[in-house]
């Protein structure tokens, strides 16, 4: 028996290391399936929390208490995402919720005469297909990958039937669903009284909070869309934050130099969508 539990721990641990290394697809089809040890058919009861841990970069799922994770464990698909990539188009039903990991996801709201604005961002603090988990009507916006990514995916009805249960996950997803709110409030008052520059110093560490240190792959033409804003703003704004040392940028990517600078050269609305952010954990 502890022979076969070390191979079971050693096995989901090379498996999960082999997801994360696994390269982003180029875009053709939503969600990619990466190696994975979910799903292979192991009993969930004989990986040991260490093991586990290795599962939960997302930290709604890392928050869940080992009892409850155990449960979603086997129903766990890791997936790579692409940028650009649409999870939910408008009004279609939500088949699967998406706990990202290293993807950062937009929800965007299209407007009549054709231009699109973000209305929230989700990276490795929380999910998509809240709303389905709730049974509330489909959302009118698009969910789209701006980051791409890992992340773990799980069909709705077995979330809701976990949601159903009363326990860790209801209370986390509540509480979750609160701090979602305060969010989309703030990005409202945001979208409505700041500056482009402003706005987009907030919005970069939003994404740097949920991508790390690694380089953004974005483009201002990207940038422009989900600030709801003219591409020559972004690209004036990005100018002067890159000749004054605060991100570097070639054509495509961008990196954070100056964190604190950044900082100091964001709207007042930065510190409560961080304690947004961290409110999770």
Same mark, same amino acid.
């Given at each position: ?13 090379? #498996?999960?290391?082999?997801?994360? #290394? ?6 053709? =089809? &939503? ?7 979910? =799903? ?31 449960? $979603? ?41 054709? =231009? *699109?604005?973000?209305?929230? *961002? ?10 389905? +988990? ?16 890992? &992340? ?8 809701? #039937? ?20 305060? $969010? ?56 002067? $934050?890159?000749?004054?040392? +605060? ?16 900082? &100091? ?14 409110? +999770?954990?």
């Amino acid at each position: 028996m502890n022979n076969d539990l070390g191979r079971t721990n050693d096995y989901a641990r090379m #498996q999960t290391r082999e997801a994360r #290394q696994a390269p982003a697809p180029n875009g053709n =089809g &939503a969600g990619q399936r990466a190696p994975s040890a979910v =799903g292979f058919g192991f009993d969930p009861q004989w990986v040991r929390a260490d093991s586990l841990n290795e599962l939960r970069a997302n930290r709604l799922l890392g928050a869940l208490p080992a009892e409850d994770f155990s449960r $979603l464990f086997p129903h766990l698909e890791p997936v790579s995402l692409a940028a650009g990539e649409v999870l939910y188009k408008l009004d279609a039903e939500m088949r699967h919720a998406y706990f990202p990991e290293t993807a950062v996801i937009s929800h965007l709201h299209i407007l009549s005469e054709g =231009g *699109m604005t973000e209305a929230d *961002m989700v990276g490795r603090e929380g999910m998509t297909g809240l709303s389905a +988990v709730f049974g509330a009507p489909a959302p009118t916006y698009l969910t789209e990958v701006s980051l791409g990514g890992s &992340a773990l995916r799980v069909r709705v009805e077995t979330l809701r #039937q976990e949601f159903a249960r009363g326990g860790a996950l209801q209370q986390l997803l509540h509480r979750y669903a609160s701090g979602r709110i305060a $969010l989309l409030s703030r990005r409202a008052v945001c979208n409505g009284n700041h500056r482009v520059e402003e706005r987009l110093c907030t919005w970069l560490l939003m994404v740097h909070d949920r991508a790390g240190d690694a380089p953004l792959t974005l483009t201002h033409e990207r940038i422009s869309r989900h600030l709801g804003t003219r591409r020559a703003g972004v690209t004036s704004a990005a100018t002067v $934050l890159r000749d004054r040392g +605060v991100i570097g940028y070639t054509r495509g990517h961008i990196r954070v130099l100056d964190r604190e600078a950044l900082q &100091a050269a964001a709207c007042e609305c930065y510190p409560a969508v961080r304690e947004s952010f961290a409110a +999770v954990a």
